[in-house]
């Protein structure tokens, strides 16, 4: 299996649930399994800046799948939840961004891993490094690209999502 770092994003009504639903779908099932996931952070919009606030996470788990279809699982993800497309950097219900997948290096027309604009984002550097501090991706430590980026106004909402606990048997 291979580690699959995830990150997610959502703007527009119960944010925080977004985000708790989303993983809850990810985590659930055989596709990926649960390894962490950071708290949940209050961050202001990037790209298109005037829209409201986001709440953004970023999770680690194992899986079997290849790019591709990590990338028809993830979309699959945010269709179910019922995110609609806008436009780029728009409004979103809910985002599922495959921020890396192991060593994979992939750059399709589709899909790019690790994912092209990681390092220019605090929202995904900053929850990723609460996680992953100690990952090197394209030669950058997370820790070293977290310490980089502007946090201002940044905030954490909500605690780490965990997978609800199984009933015992």
Not at 58 to 71: Q, Y
Not at 100 to 126: C, Q, S, W
Not at 135 to 148: F, M, P, T, Y
Request: net charge negative; with cysteine; charged share 25%.
């Amino acid at each position: 299996m291979t580690e699959i770092g995830l990150g997610f994003g959502s703007n527009v009504g119960d944010k925080i649930a977004n985000l708790n639903r989303a993983m809850e779908r990810v985590f659930t099932g055989e596709s990926v399994h649960f390894v962490a996931a950071s708290s949940i952070w209050r961050t202001a919009p990037w790209g298109y800046v005037e829209q409201d606030w986001f709440a953004n996470a970023c999770a680690v788990g194992r899986t079997d799948m290849s790019p591709e279809e990590a990338l028809a699982f993830t979309q699959s993800v945010e269709e179910e939840l019922g995110r609609e497309k806008t436009f780029r950097w728009g409004p979103r219900l809910i985002d599922v961004d495959i921020l890396y997948l192991g060593d994979e290096k992939v750059a399709t027309e589709r899909l790019i891993v690790p994912h092209k604009e990681m390092f220019n984002r605090a929202f995904v550097l900053a929850p990723l490094a609460e996680i992953r501090p100690d990952l090197v991706l394209d030669g950058v430590a997370i820790r070293d690209a977290a310490a980089k980026v502007d946090v201002e106004g940044f905030a954490k909402l909500s605690p780490p999502w965990r997978p609800r606990a199984l009933p015992s048997q």
